[in-house]
């Protein structure tokens, strides 16, 4: 009761004002002594007050809720403090706590934990993130050696011991007092005196004036780079031909002086002119052959001055391709000179400039002179080049009347040369029998020159005739080679089309072994004008048509030997007895004769694997179906295109290009059943994975130490040790391994320098 | 970069062991003890024109007395076989009479008569055992010529070859059989027919125990006890092919065939090299160890020196026997040509002809009993399948493609999806010329390495942020004034 009271009495005296409380007192009074009376009879009953107005909430201890929902403001509280003037205190404390604000609610225990949770992650994941260099390094290690802080023996520093220790025989006695007498320091800094002057001897002033030195030197070097950077960037002609023939001059001069002053340079000079001599031949740059010279070369007709500037290159070529006569030479290695037949410098002509004439007598030459071998790979060679030239480079018939004078010169020249060798080889041959290989390029040499000169009439034939005659496309596949009659036209004509395979060029030597004349066979001429017209058909038929003669394509040469078996012997002495020749025309029929079906026998083997090997069409036609049934009736092309469904084209066989091995294509499966088909787990790469297992560990193919180094493990953990877990102390130990790292890849000739410095960092400390 | 690919890494490793092994091996053949070298004429002077009595003069007496001639006219033409350590040699009459000798001591192992045509003979893996061909069937005998199996199974038996590392005697027989007899287990491995009549010429390829035959139709043919058909066959002769070798390292093949050419074919391309004629053609033809090719024609041997390189004008060397020649062996680990003929056995002295330098482990000619007992224990466990012989020996570190992309497609076929493929970025095509060449290639060289990009930006970050901490906190220091603390 008491209690309620007390709990009433505050609200009400705050919430009614004092004016209305005299006449509400007297109501109140009254109230209480009738719950006065009411609670008399033991029962405690609550009576709810009486409700005046309609309102929303109800308080359970019958107060009215008049402005329930609203809260209690400070300032509500302070108001009725306001008329009291001796409460000033209080109301300024009230004052400032109005301007405070609220503490604010303590966040739930759940998004605490979690704060904490993102927080302790944090450090943990630093802290352990410190490990990480280690650990890979510790994974990246070739071999780990548990356990991991052992101590290995390292050789104490010199002065620890030389400290402690004492002389006590004599001659440590003298050894000492020399060095005593050197005054060589024992202990830090190790720099005797006369070291240290050394140190002193440059100066600050001294280093910074070279420095300076070094600086201003650097820099007009640079300047100078850049001007001749700029130089060469000119464009003008005019500019640049001036400055080199100004260096020309220049050089003449130097020369000459040389010469008078210090012939070993001269010399010297000379064998460099000899090298750009072998530059030009080999490059043949100034021979009219240049883009700019053809140009010149069509204009060379109406144009004086191209004219000449073409003259003034053949000039200058023939100068640097002149021999430049030394007189240290020795008369032996002109005679080898000799012995090289010069048409190895006629093929290189050939293959620089558009020459027609020489290309064309070349090949006919190789034609008539019969199976010479040299002859016929000059011939492949020249044609394989003219081959390529005629992708790029059109006819020219009308050349220039001095540019035709001027091969006409240098064939002339050549000719003779190729004369005295031949008269020189002849002599030769005489006398020796031992060297065979002159003798055939003697023999090479004269029958060029024979051809030569036949060609030369023959050229004057053909150029009457291509002017009457337009040109036919003629073929250039070997078989219509052989067809063509050697009289008229020139062998090889330029146009844009290619009308050779490099295959046919290789196929030809061998079949020009067989075919000795063509102009013996005049059956074949015939059947030529009609090979022409279907040239392309033939031409893929060619790669699949074999030679018999590709079949076994190496050509034997009889051995030498002292001692002749002794039926062997019999039969020479038969021979001897019998014409030579027929002997041996005897003998090469049965070689010949012997092989014939062999060949064709195994082609035949071979056709039959290849179809064998290659996978069949599917063939689905059903006769009858959409169409006229019945006996004798075929079945429409349209519908077998249809109705046939094509096998993918077989992948090329590995003897595609042998016409004498069949390679079976059938797989070995009981050795594939041996390998391996799934790749081991670290790799992706069927390569790296062979590349990986294809060296062999094992002693018998290894030295002992890779074995061993091969065959280590990844672990080792020494037996009798504690493996104690990893501490902190590894990060020290890796800085220091870092550092040393630094340094060792730091240029050495750093480091005199450090060691300069602290030299002199102790020299400080001392003083 | 190393720490992003360990898989990289770890292969480079690798390959550099590999490396340093290789160099490693190539060093230690400065320590091999021996020294090899060739016959050298005088100037002017031929080597073949060296006879045997002049080298005999001026070599030391050890070296000497490997020429010698063993007088056996009676059961004539000689088959000759050595052992693989070079130690034993064993000698085989057509008519019969078989001996094994130690020819270094002219030690007798067993001498007899079978009785019977001999056709070939041939040692087994030690010289414990030997095989003999004999008229009708295979047999084999002990060192000391007791009986020690006839194999019924083997009939006809022409030539034989032994392959040690496969403990496999290889025979061709009258009746075109190739058959493979197992010697370890005493199993045929595999019978062949060849369908191609008398196989009479027969050799091994040491390099990956293919066995060459010729046929009388100038073919020859490569063998695999694996596959029933040729694994190579190529026309090499115009005539039928009369002897085959093949040298040690496999890569060159000798034949010669009835149109008496001797030609060297490339086993690596089967392309033919060199050829040259020989009066009246070679019977017979063996390989040396470092590649001299002797050849038999008629009564004379010659010796041929770099016959892969070029034709020879002349031979190395040359000797004349009494009779025609039957047998032909160069003799491992020694300067030694064997010769068997009409009239016996001849030792030929070829300098230059042997290995100077043996390993004790592989072969060993100075082998004790026991030594020889170890090794066999260790040649049978080490005994490879005949399953493996294949064309290239290297073909097991393969991987089989065939049957991993068969895998593969199944897989793919399971899942519905292949899991192995990666997306590649398509750049999307755009109009007015922005999809040129140029600019897909542009496009995709931006997405390409998006991953690592993204590190190296999360990198440079850190380093920057770190950067301007430090000159935070250098500037800090710096405003450290004496009055700085009063500052507000």
């Keep these: 009761m008491e209690d309620e009271e007390e709990l009433f009495v505050p609200e009400f005296a705050l919430s009614a004002s004092e004016d209305e409380q005299e006449d509400d007192d007297s109501e109140h009074k009254h109230q209480k002594l009738l719950e006065a009376i009411s609670s008399l009879d033991g029962k405690k009953r609550r009576k709810l007050a009486e409700r005046t107005e309609a309102s929303l909430q109800v308080s359970e201890f019958g107060i009215s809720a008049e402005g329930a929902g609203e809260k209690i403001s400070l300032s509500d509280l302070i108001e009725p403090i306001k008329q009291t003037n001796n409460l000033s205190k209080v109301k300024k404390q009230l004052n400032k706590l109005k301007d405070q604000k609220s503490v604010e609610l303590p966040l739930n225990n759940d ?67 020399i060095l005593h007498k050197n005054k060589q320091p024992i202990t830090d800094p190790l720099l005797t005196p006369l070291e240290e002057e050394s140190l002193k001897a440059m100066s600050l002033e001294e280093a910074m004036l070279r420095r300076a030195d070094l600086k201003k030197a650097r820099a007009l070097q640079s300047y100078y780079e850049a001007k001749a ?73 109406y144009d004086h001055e191209s004219r000449r500037a073409m003259q003034e290159q053949l000039q200058r070529n023939k100068e640097l391709t002149k021999k430049i006569k030394v007189l240290s030479e020795s008369e032996e290695s002109e005679k080898e000179d000799e012995t090289v037949p010069d048409f190895v410098n006629d093929a290189q002509v050939n293959s620089d400039g558009p020459n027609p004439w020489m290309t064309g007598k070349l090949r006919k030459d190789a034609k008539d002179s019969g199976s010479q071998e040299e002859e016929e790979k000059l011939e492949a060679d020249v044609e394989t080049k003219t081959e390529d030239q005629e992708n790029d480079e059109e006819e020219e018939e009308s050349e220039d009347e001095v540019l035709l004078k001027e091969f006409e010169d240098k064939r002339r020249l050549r000719k003779q040369e190729e004369k005295q060798q031949s008269n020189n080889g002849n002599k030769r041959e005489a006398t020796t029998d031992m060297a065979e290989d002159e003798k055939q390029l003697s023999q090479f040499n004269v029958l060029f020159q024979k051809l030569v000169e036949q060609n030369r009439k023959e050229e004057q034939q053909n150029k009457q005739k291509q002017a009457a005659e337009p040109e036919e496309p003629l073929e250039a596949d ?52 009609q090979t022409v017209q279907r040239t392309s058909e033939k031409q893929a038929k060619k790669s699949e048509l074999i030679d018999h003669n590709d079949v076994l394509p190496v050509k034997a040469q009889k051995v030498r030997t002292p001692l002749l078996p002794t039926t062997m012997e019999e039969e020479e002495e038969e021979e001897e007895e019998e014409d030579d020749d027929d002997a041996a025309q005897k003998m090469i029929i049965q070689e010949a004769f012997a092989g014939d079906d062999v060949i064709s026998d195994f082609l035949n083997e071979k056709n039959k694997a290849v179809e064998a090997g290659k996978p069949k069409d599917i063939n689905l036609v059903l006769p009858g179906w959409g169409e006229w049934g019945g006996t004798d009736l075929t079945v429409s092309n349209k519908k077998r295109s249809r109705f046939i469904i094509r096998a993918p084209p077989a992948p090329p066989r590995k003897d595609q290009h042998l016409p004498n091995v069949i390679i079976s294509e059938k797989r070995n499966v009981m050795a594939a059943a041996h390998q391996i088909h799934e790749l081991p787990f670290p790799y992706n790469n069927r390569k790296h994975f062979e590349s990986s297992i294809r060296a062999p560990v094992g002693k018998t193919w290894n030295t002992e130490k890779t074995v061993h180094k091969l065959t280590s493990p990844k672990v080792i953990t020494k037996k009798g040790h504690i493996i104690e877990p990893i501490t902190e102390d590894v990060f020290q130990k890796h800085a220091k391994a870092k550092k040393t790292d630094m340094d060792l890849n730091k240029p050495k000739h750093n480091k005199p320098k450090q060691d300069e410095k602290n030299s002199r960092k102790r020299q400080f400390r001392q003083r | 970069m190393d720490c992003k690919r360990p898989f990289q890494r770890q292969m480079r490793l690798e390959e550099n062991k590999v490396e340093a092994a290789m160099n490693q091996a190539a060093r230690h053949d400065l320590l091999l003890p021996e020294e090899s070298g060739f016959l050298e004429g005088d100037e002017g002077e031929d080597t073949c024109t060296i006879t045997q009595h002049d080298i005999v003069d001026v070599v030391d007496i050890t070296s000497a007395s490997k020429h010698f001639n063993l007088f056996l006219n009676q059961f004539g033409p000689y088959r000759i076989n050595y052992s693989r350590n070079g130690r034993n040699l064993l000698l085989a009459g057509q008519r019969g009479h078989i001996a094994s000798l130690d020819w270094h001591t002219k030690k007798l192992g067993c001498e007899m008569n079978v009785m019977e045509t001999v056709n070939d003979v041939r040692w087994l893996h030690t010289n414990a055992m030997f095989a003999v061909a004999q008229r009708k069937w295979l047999y084999l005998y002990d060192s000391l010529g007791v009986e020690l199996h006839c194999i019924k199974k083997f009939n006809d038996v022409l030539r034989m070859e032994f392959l040690p590392y496969h403990f496999l ?20 491995v595999a019978a062949i027919c060849c369908k191609s009549g008398r196989l009479g010429v027969m050799c091994q390829n040491p390099y990956n125990a293919i066995i060459h035959l010729g046929h009388h139709n100038g073919t020859v043919s490569l063998w695999s006890p694996s596959v029933k058909e040729p694994l190579v066959k190529m026309l090499c002769h115009r005539g039928g092919v009369r002897s085959l070798s093949v040298d040690k ?9 009835l149109d008496r050419k001797l030609t060297i074919f490339d086993l690596r391309t089967y392309k033919p090299l060199t050829s040259f004629g020989v009066p009246l053609g070679a019977t017979t033809l063996c390989h040396s160890q470092k590649g001299l090719l002797a050849a038999a024609t008629g009564n004379i041997v010659q010796v041929y020196k770099d016959t892969h390189i070029t034709a020879p004008k002349s031979p190395y060397m040359c000797l004349s026997v009494k009779a025609p020649i039957h047998g032909l062996q160069f003799c491992p680990y020694e300067d030694v040509l064997g010769i068997g003929h009409g009239g016996g056995f001849t030792s030929m002295i070829v300098p230059g002809a042997g290995e100077a330098n043996f390993d004790g482990l592989e072969c060993n000619p100075y082998e004790s009993k026991k030594q020889r007992q170890e090794w066999e224990v260790k040649a049978l466990l080490e005994k490879i399948q005949p399953e493996l012989i294949t064309l290239d020996p290297t073909q097991l570190g393969e991987v089989d493609a065939i049957t991993m992309e068969q895998k593969r497609k199944e897989q793919v076929e399971r899942l519905g999806f292949d899991p192995y493929e990666k997306t590649r970025f398509a750049p999307r095509r755009k109009l007015k010329g922005r999809s040129s060449t140029g600019n897909i290639l542009k496009r995709k060289k931006k997405v390409a390495h998006e991953e690592k990009r993204e590190e190296i930006k999360k990198s440079v970050a850190v380093r920057e942020k770190e950067q301007k901490e430090s000159k935070a906190s250098a500037a800090n220091q710096s405003s450290q004034t004496a009055l700085g603390r009063f500052k507000k």
Excluded at chain 1, 501 to 510: C, I, R, T, Y
Aim: hydrophobic content about 35%; charged content about 40%.
């Design chain 1, 111 to 177: 998004e605490t934990q979690k704060i904490q949770r993102a927080i302790s992650y944090k450090n943990a994941s630093e802290e352990v993130a410190k490990w990480d260099q280690v650990v890979k390094q510790n994974r990246k290690a070739e071999q780990l050696v548990f356990p991991l802080t052992d101590e290995t023996l390292k050789p104490a520093p010199i002065e620890d011991k030389v400290a402690g220790w004492k002389p006590y025989t004599p001659l440590e006695m003298e050894i000492f007092n």
């Design chain 1, 229 to 301: 950077r700029r130089e060469k960037k000119i464009k003008s002609k005019k500019y640049h031909k001036l400055l080199k023939k100004g260096k020309q001059k220049e050089a003449i001069k130097e020369f000459e002086e040389l010469r008078k002053t210090n012939p070993e340079a001269a010399l010297e000079e000379l064998e460099k002119l000899d090298k750009a001599r072998m530059e030009e031949r080999m490059s043949l740059k100034h021979q009219n052959s240049g883009k700019w010279a053809k140009s010149k070369a069509i204009m060379a007709k």
């Design chain 1, 478 to 529: 070997s078989d219509e080679e052989v067809l063509r009659p050697a009289e008229d036209a020139p062998l090889l004509i330029e146009s844009l089309e290619r009308k050779q395979s490099l295959e046919a060029v290789d196929a030809l030597g061998q079949e020009e072994e067989e075919i000795e004349d063509p102009v013996t066979q005049p059956k074949k001429k015939k059947s030529a004008k």
């Design chain 2, 169 to 188: 005697l290889a025979t061709c027989s009258a009746t075109s059989f190739l058959q493979y007899l197992d010697i370890s287990v005493g199993k045929e």
């Design chain 2, 249 to 257: 390292t496999g890569m060159y093949m000798a034949t010669s065939g």
